[in-house]
Structures are given as C-alpha cells and as structure tokens.
C-alpha cells in the first residue's frame, strides 16, 4: 500500500513537472515586444525606469501627461534601426520610477537635472532631446538650463514661446477663467484631481485619449455640462467615447490604465501644482535664445496649438530659437501625435536628426 501510495505521487509530480515549469515561463514585457530592454537607473539620487535599446548617438525620449516611456513605442524601434542608443524614460511620478512625496520636487530644475542625470547613467557628456507635451516644456526648458549636455531638440504639440517677465503663468490662467473650470487651475489643490482619477483611471484615460485626439470619434454627450469649476470634477465634463481611435488598442490601453492603476496620477499632476514655482526659480531665462537646433511637430487638431499654422508658429518661435529648422503641422491629427501618426514623425524626426552635425 505505502510503495503503491508513493509511486502513485512520483508519478503525479513527474505529470506535473512540465506543467508548473511551463507556467513559470513569464510573458514577453512592452518593451521586450518591440525589442527593448527595461532596467532601471539613478539619475543622480532619482530612480528612473527606462526602455532602452541601440547603439549609437545618444536619443532620450521624453513624454507627457498622461503617459510613459509607451507612449514612444513607434519610435522607439525605428530610431534605433536608424543608429541611435535610444532610451525612453519613465519619468519622476510615473510608471516603475521613484515617486517623490514633496510637490516641489516635481519642479523644473528637479525635471531637468533628471535629464542629465539619464545623459550621465549612460556614460555620455551629450544628447539629443525629442520630448512631447510636458516633455516638450522638459525638453525646452532643459537646452536653456543644461545648454552643455544637449546637442539639439525635437519638441512635439508644446511650441516654446519664451519666459513672460511681467506674470506667473498660474495667476493669468486663473484670471482668465474665473469662476469656470480648467483643468491646469483645478490640478493646483493637492489630492483632488488624484482622487478622481486614481478612482478610475479606465474613464479618465480612455476619454483623454478619445477627446484630445484627431475630431473624427463620436462621444456621448457629457454627464457635466456646467462650466463652474463648482459643480465638479475633469471625467464627467469628458464625453464618454463610443469607441477606441485608430491608433489606440485595447492592449495599448489597458497598458496604460495598468500602469496608472500601480502608480497613481499625483506625480503627473505635481508637475502643474509647479507651474507658478516654475516661473519663480528661472528668472534668468528671460530673454534667452535656445541656439542649438530644433524641429517642432504638432497636430492640426491639437488643441494646444489654437489652430495656429505652420507659418504662424515659426514666427512666434523663431525669435528666441535661431536655428528652428522645421515647424510642422500634420492635418488632421491631434495631440498624441507620435501614436496618431507615427511613420509621418518619425520620418521627420529621422529627417532631423540625419541633418545634425556628427
């Protein structure tokens, strides 16, 4: 009985084996999707998450809110084809990177320094910087700071329009609004807009995606129409969209909500409660000029841009920034403008870069 007993669970264990062994086997991550690695780096006292993968001059990819190191996904690969060591990180508040807990360490200068600090962990003196929303304003604002460390800039949807001396940016917002709702004035009371989001990340990323995207989506009309800040939160004042776009999957965004369901919503939002603090530390950027080179892409349908045209932004631009050396405006597209409509930037982007001095 004990040896049939004992032979009986050999056998068992011995079915088993391939099973348990097989279910170990971990599934591929984003980034080993698209043929990148993860690892995560001190970026001078800062733990970042990065997705990296190359060789070659030195790419860092900088994104916005609400996003990640995902949101370069289509760049990612094709820049690397093209010769660069690219490294997409996820930054200060976002993803698998540290989440400081003071508001002020979500400055501009913490921002930037983060930036360098990527430059040093990968043994460089030099980078080319390609940012998008809050990214692009990093992206920016770190060529006037760091002017030493970055060879040339690619800023997508936020143009630079230099340092207003005589206002912070938070007050005139606020005057210009009143007692109406914007989101950047209602991001400034700590734990809000995070509680709302944090909530439910699905609604709130799924209709920032749908809304400020190319204007071809149908979406449901608004649960909130009342324009008084008063009457409440950001996601019921979002139509709640019939469908997902085009460029924007399922996987694609459950990524995403995944990713903010793990780290929250705070660290992005900080970056705004910075706004007027911002203003307050760079004083010395008043009047300064970005010299090296750089390109600006935007979506036609981008709100940031207030429908302004090519010729108008390189205009506005091209004063404090000499060497601009493209403005392009891509039709129908809107703010995600690298997911929209990733063959036509990143044929500009490697348009670009090819044309800087090796």
Known sequence: MAFGIRHSLAAAMLF????????????????????????????????????????????????GFPESWYSWRHQIPALAAAGYHVVAPDMRGYGKSDKPAATTDYDMKHLTDDIVGIVDAMGEKKAILIGHDWGAAVTWNAMLLHPDRFTAVAALSVPYRGRNPDVRPMDATRKQYGENFWYTIYFQDPGVAEKEFDANPREFLSRMYVLYGAKNLPVETPELTDPRASAGGWIPRMGKPKSL?????????????????????????????????????????????????????AGQDDLVIRGASAAELREGMSKIIPDLRGVVVIPGAGHWIQQERPAEVNAQLLAFLAGLPK
């Open 16 to 63: 088993l084996t391939p099973l348990t062994a097989a279910s170990c086997v971990q599934a591929p991550s984003p980034a080993q999707e698209l043929g990148a690695s993860f690892r995560i780096i001190d970026a001078g006292g800062v733990n970042l998450r990065v997705a990296e993968m190359g060789s070659g001059p030195l790419v860092i990819l900088v994104h």
């Open 245 to 297: 776009p085009a460029w924007l999957s399922q996987k694609d965004l459950d990524y995403y909500v995944s990713e903010f369901t793990e780290a929250g919503f705070r660290g992005g939002i900080n970056y705004y409660r910075n706004s007027n603090r911002n203003w307050e530390i760079t004083p010395q950027l008043t009047g300064a000029k970005i010299n090296a080179p750089a390109l600006f892409i």
